[in-house]
């Protein structure tokens, strides 16, 4: 692979990177030669012009996301190799398996490469860029898809919402092969759903939940369910195939109302008996005094970014504190955050004041997470962004 720029570092700049952590902000930046253009790969040099690895840059803070740290130029097979290993970290934790065709094949810096998400759904890739560099790369890591991923019939670029703001109009999602049939049916650990990777949020489905929708099927058997922010109806389906005796689903959106019903009764359900509600959430849980049994609480990213962390941790505290004092003496609350500005520390005292603000006595069962498709390099932490608490309240 020919590399056309070079990157050196201010002195002392270079520590993080040869901890393996794969981003450069462009303050540690000391010149740049050649063509070091948005979106192009770069070697990275120390301020002793020693090879530290090679990367995409972008005009922006972070001005590098390392893709090797090798001193050698990545090889022309360097997409399939990518490919085969996350494909190998996925058969180690049994994904795709028979009960479950939905998996992430590439999650970001978690498979060394940044900028980049690709899911799959029984023969369909849908490619995500959230760079420049990823977006330039479309077509290699397409072709390198359909050697590594046999039987891939569609792959769907959806990246006009994910790349950065100037580019955001310039690009129109397309198909790079095939023409996918939608929605599309998947299992997962044998439930099913509907995947529309063209008109859905982010690339049809939250794949991330699927450990936590598995075990909220645990404590569903017998029990009314109420599944807030529920989307496609994930955790209703999960809870009602467990034995629940009743799951009402609530989301603000009308279309998410109709996906989580067009789930329901793909699973053999009737919405007619486990009824959805198109209302806010807070709304929804004034008159619901010793309702429920279980609870899901499961809000979009209430802080984006850190300057509205503030504002997100009372978003956070008040539906808490809601759940928990309308919740039955004895019911469990499934609770969640995918804000990657509140950490989980943050998170878990939230959860505790909003524990004393109800004045019920919390028990914490479950700490929960993102999946092992969705891996966390532990030399890049910020990567852990899901954080989740099952709590029995008494």
Not at 164 to 169: S, T, Y
Not at 173 to 190: A, C
Not at 301 to 324: I, P, T
Not at 332 to 337: E, G, M, N
Request: glycine residues 8%; hydrophobic residues 40%; contains cysteine.
């Amino acid at each position: 692979m020919t590399i056309p720029g070079k990157i050196t570092l201010k002195k002392g700049k270079e520590i993080s990177i040869r901890r393996l952590h794969p981003w450069i902000f462009s303050g540690a930046i000391q010149k740049m030669e050649g063509e070091a253009a948005d979106g192009g790969w770069v070697e990275i040099q120390d301020a002793r012009a020693s090879t530290l690895g090679f990367g995409h840059y972008q005009n922006g803070s972070i001005a590098v996301r390392m893709l090797s740290f090798e001193n050698t130029p990545p090889s022309e097979n360097f997409w399939e190799e990518k490919l085969q290993r996350a494909c190998q970290l996925r058969a180690a934790a049994g994904l795709p398996s028979a009960a479950t065709n939905a998996m992430r094949l590439i999650h970001g810096e978690g498979d060394g490469l940044p900028g980049l998400i690709i899911d799959y759904y029984d023969g369909i890739a849908i490619i995500q860029a959230h760079s420049v560099g990823m977006h330039h790369d479309r077509l290699h890591i397409a072709a390198a898809l359909q050697k590594v991923m046999e039987g891939t019939k569609a792959i769907y670029y959806k990246s006009q919402s994910t790349l950065p703001g100037k580019m955001r109009d310039a690009k129109q999602d397309e198909y790079l092969l095939g023409m996918g049939i939608v929605p599309h049916i998947v299992l997962e650990y044998n439930n099913k759903f509907y995947i529309d990777w063209e008109e859905g949020q982010k690339t049809g489905f939250f794949l991330d939940q699927r450990e936590n929708r598995r075990l909220l099927g645990d404590f569903s058997k017998g029990k009314n369910v109420l599944n807030t922010f529920c989307y496609t109806g994930g955790f209703s389906v999960y809870a009602l195939n467990a034995g629940a005796a009743l799951v009402h689903s609530v989301d603000a959106s009308e279309r998410a109302i109709d996906l989580t019903r067009k789930n329901l009764e793909l699973n053999g359900f009737s919405p007619n008996i486990h009824q959805c509600y198109a209302v806010d959430t807070f709304d929804f849980l004034k008159d619901k005094q010793d309702v429920y049994d279980v609870i899901v609480l499961d809000p979009p990213a209430f802080a984006k970014h850190r300057d509205a962390r503030h504002q997100a941790v009372r978003g956070y505290q008040r539906l808490n504190a809601e759940a928990m004092r309308v919740i039955k003496p004895g019911g469990v609350i499934f609770t969640f955050s995918c804000s990657q500005v509140v950490d989980r520390q943050l998170f878990y005292d939230t959860v505790v004041s909003a524990a004393i603000q109800a004045g019920r006595q919390i028990k914490v069962l479950h700490h929960l997470s993102q999946p092992a498709d969705h891996p966390v390099s532990i030399f890049h932490p910020e990567g852990e962004y899901l954080k989740g608490l099952v709590l029995y309240v008494e």
